[in-house]
């Protein structure tokens, strides 16, 4: 077993709570983080890093990652954009004239939104379709154990698209992918002809990169939206899925909408920031519909 560096406190900006640190890591942004009860952190792996999290009872984050994994203190901000501004992007959404997104913002104070690698946010969501978050997770750590790179002792990496390049579709089939796994060898194969596709589609204007993005197999608006909003820090990117499109129609009245004149709706009424707006909603919507099932 490696050895862990001792917990040192992140430099970051604005703090979390223990609600919102857990709802950033695990409420459906990214796959790979797990709590401890038992040691009370969270284990997370992204790229080829790994760490441990947790907060102090003055909600400072402190980590600890591999000894020799140098670097990772520098990725870990990044990864929790330690330095960015969230107060000022919360000022600039709508929330003074919309009562449920102020309602939404005010429950989970301190929740942000992740800038993961982008290849594997693709990679993740593509595992996302029809799927919930527990069943994504075991997906995403059935192919980093199958093909990723060992990080420490037992914790492997997401396996790169050149990495999934090499196997079949029935392996990926093995690993309990379903349907998906002929679009992600599809998508891999692609990848692995075409190495700077996805660094070429992460620096264009959302617009050309999502138009991009939905030509790779098995990738549609929800899936790209959700990549290039936790993937490629494009916060204008607003997905649609179930729990948004009942936000939609029950809160803003918007009936027989398709989920595009959604997602068009949500980023006119909440602005350059309506992907950080839509995860205040969506965490919201969530958490109010499992304190109703435990009322009934």
């Given at each position: 077993m490696r050895e862990w560096t001792p917990w040192k406190t992140?430099?970051?900006?604005?703090?979390?709570?223990?609600?919102?640190?857990?709802?950033?890591?695990?409420?459906?942004?990214?796959?790979?983080?797990?709590?401890?009860k038992k040691d009370e952190y969270w284990l997370g792996v992204w790229g080829q890093n790994v760490a441990r999290l947790r907060l102090t009872e003055k909600d400072c984050i402190q980590f600890s990652h591999p000894i020799d994994h140098l670097g990772c203190e520098t990725e870990l901000a990044r990864y929790l954009r330690a330095k960015f501004d969230w107060d000022l992007a919360i000022n600039n959404l709508p929330w003074r004239s919309d009562p449920h997104l102020e309602a939404a913002i005010s429950a989970f104070t301190g929740l942000r939104i992740l800038k993961q690698p982008f290849g594997e946010a693709v990679l993740c969501f593509l595992c996302s379709a029809t799927k919930q978050i527990p069943q994504i997770k075991v997906m995403c750590e059935r192919m980093a154990l199958r093909f990723g790179n060992e990080l420490t002792a037992g914790i492997h990496a997401l396996p790169t698209w050149n990495q999934l390049a090499t196997a079949s579709e029935t392996e990926l089939r093995e690993l309990g992918l379903g349907f998906r796994a002929k679009n992600i060898k599809k998508t891999a194969d692609i990848l692995a002809q075409h190495p700077e596709l996805l660094d070429q589609i992460e620096a264009s204007p959302y617009a050309e990169a999502?138009?991009?993005?939905?030509?790779?197999?098995?990738?549609?608006?929800?899936?790209?939206?959700?990549?290039?909003?936790?993937g490629a820090a494009k916060l204008e990117a607003f997905p649609v899925d179930t729990w948004i499109i009942k936000v939609l129609e029950n809160r803003y009245d918007l009936q027989a909408w398709t989920p595009s004149q959604l997602a068009q709706?949500?980023?006119?009424h909440y602005g350059a920031y309506a992907g950080f707006a839509q995860q205040f909603v969506f965490s919201y919507e969530r958490a109010t519909a499992v304190t109703q099932r435990s009322k009934k």
């Open positions: 992140l430099d970051i900006l604005q703090p979390f709570s223990e609600q919102s640190l857990s709802e950033t890591l695990n409420g459906g942004q990214a796959f790979r983080w797990n709590y401890s999502k138009q991009r993005l939905v030509e790779l197999p098995g990738v549609g608006e929800k899936i790209a939206d959700c990549a290039l909003l936790f709706f949500g980023r006119i």
